[in-house]
């Protein structure tokens, strides 16, 4: 009888089936969201985003840079306005953040934020403000909290919205890296929002209800061969419908994100030996400050009332000189600072001369004093009088 010998073969060429790629493996409605998660796992990126306001005046520009450590939940970088020449002083105020007395917050402020704390250094203070642990003590909506990302440590960037994107489309555009794709895909309003401050989303849109109906923001992603995030774009002009803001006037707003240096160097954050206040201790309202005592205007929450407490052997913004009292009936809104102006002014003369002289103009000082739905609220109203010490303007100030 004859051996029956029996044998197996594949069907295939025999070699190993290719693994599908991270990203350009997946359904093309997924890929940002996975070029997301591809360029946070490289651990650190440097980025550049410009967000640009258009206007009759010109172009105004935030430029943000910094470096960021995805797993480490850090960052490091700056904020930066570029101005429109003759830009309306509310727009001004609103894109920078109005404070008391002269001006508005600096054009520069330098940021460092962690799992623990976000510190800011605003224009040309000597000293880190940290808002460290919970950030409720200064309200659920304060500026400070638009700091810090979800996506990256370092927020208000483009990357905090790819996981959001909608309708996703391979782009025809021709692109110079072997391997690399790009993108169109859209947002709606509340999406597209995620990227701003509370106050700064109530001016630039009347609609920000997530189940509200879809906006036209247009997002343009283009990714490396490896499937990195290198370039976002997004056209927001849809988001500008707000007609009796302080930004009616913006006619376009455009933002712009490159990512570079995967896996490179990691941020590099203050050093202990730097001067750093506790924003818990420091961060305080004006009306709450001792006469004599003096305070550095910006605080990065975006919010007029409230000052950093510093010592006046340091530079200074103000110095308060005066709380004097209100009658307990509102008056109306004229006779309210015609009471204030002539209380400060007897408050200013007999002043030392040393503070005097340290005011950034001679013999000009600022007031502040509770609006109507403020008056009295909890005690007597008050007043505030202070002397500005440096950046001086001529706009709402009392002259003896």
Request: aromatic share 6%.
């Amino acid at each position: 009888m004859s051996a029956l010998l029996l044998t197996a073969c594949s069907g295939g060429s025999g070699e190993k089936e290719k693994a599908a790629h991270p990203v350009f493996g997946a359904p093309l409605g997924q890929q940002p969201r996975q070029a997301l998660l591809a360029t946070q796992a490289e651990g650190t990126a440097r980025f550049t985003q410009t967000l640009t306001f258009g206007s009759p005046e010109g172009d105004t520009v935030q430029k943000a840079t910094g470096r960021v450590d995805f797993a480490g939940g850090r960052a490091a970088g700056s904020v930066e306005w570029t101005l429109a020449p003759d830009l309306p002083e509310e727009a001004k105020d609103e894109l920078l953040g109005a404070r008391l007395g002269p001006g508005r917050s600096p054009a520069l402020t330098r940021l460092a934020v962690d799992p623990d704390s976000i510190r800011l250094r605003a224009g040309e203070a000597d000293y880190w403000l940290d808002y460290a642990g919970s950030l409720e003590v200064f309200g659920g909506e304060a500026a400070i909290n638009a700091l810090r990302g979800t996506e990256s440590a370092f927020g208000g960037t483009l990357l905090e919205v790819l996981s959001g994107v909608q309708d996703v489309r391979e782009s025809t555009e021709t692109l110079e890296e072997k391997g690399s794709r790009a993108y169109q895909a859209e947002l709606t309003a509340y999406n597209a929002l995620r990227m701003f401050s509370q106050d700064l989303r109530a001016e630039l849109t009347s609609d920000i209800d997530p189940g509200g109906t879809k906006t036209p923001v247009t997002l343009g992603i283009r990714v490396d061969a490896e499937g990195r995030v290198t370039r976002a774009e997004a056209d927001l002009s849809a988001l500008l419908d707000r007609k009796d803001g302080a930004l009616a006037g913006m006619t376009g707003l455009r933002a712009v994100l490159t990512v570079s240096g995967h896996g490179d160097s990691a941020p590099a954050m203050p050093a202990p030996t730097e001067r750093t206040l506790d924003a818990k201790d420091a961060v305080t309202a004006i009306g709450d400050l001792e006469e004599g005592a003096c305070a550095d205007l910006t605080t990065g929450n975006r919010t007029p009332g409230t000052v950093v407490a510093v010592p006046c052997d340091r530079p200074h913004d103000v110095r308060v000189f005066a709380h004097p009292r209100l009658d307990t009936a509102y008056p109306g809104d004229e006779e309210a600072e015609s009471a204030v102006e002539e209380r400060c002014t007897g408050e200013y003369r007999p002043l030392p001369g040393a503070w005097k002289r340290e005011a950034a103009e001679d013999d000009l000082f600022w007031y502040t004093w509770p609006a109507e739905k403020d008056w009295g609220v909890g005690g007597e109203p008050t007043a505030t009088c202070y002397i500005v010490t440096r950046d001086p303007v001529t706009t709402r100030l009392s002259a003896v």
